[in-house]
Nanobody, 116 residues
């Protein structure tokens, strides 16, 4: 059974930082591209950042470049999203995604709220 379990969400003031983690089980983690998506109320789910399976090539949405960093630890089967200089517009439910092309899995999501 595949499970992606996110953690690290919460409330933070503008300018603050959070670190999200997504622990995977039931998959050969190192073979999967991993990504973080987010969905704000009334908006479509959008890609925040992803990281390839082998080479660790990363990709970021323009809105988070220079503020967010995605990384992975294959030994721990975990992908991280370090979020700095958070803005109110970063408020959303953040979802972890594992993608092997023919198979794709989602976590349950973790809420991130940025407000004063």
């Amino acid at each position: 059974q595949v499970q992606l379990v996110e953690s690290g969400g919460g409330w933070v003031q503008p300018g603050g930082s959070l670190r999200l983690a997504c622990a995977a089980s039931g998959i050969i983690f190192s073979r999967y591209g991993m990504g973080w998506y987010r969905q704000a109320p009334g908006k479509q789910r959008e890609l925040v950042a992803d990281i390839s399976s082998s080479s660790g090539i990363t990709n970021y949405a323009d809105s988070v470049k220079g503020r967010f960093t995605i990384s992975r630890d294959n030994a721990k089967k975990t992908v991280y999203l370090q979020m700095n200089s958070l803005k109110p517009e970063d408020t959303a439910v953040y979802y972890c995604n594992a993608d092997l092309g023919v198979s794709r899995y989602w976590g349950q999501g973790t809420q991130v709220t940025v407000s004063s």
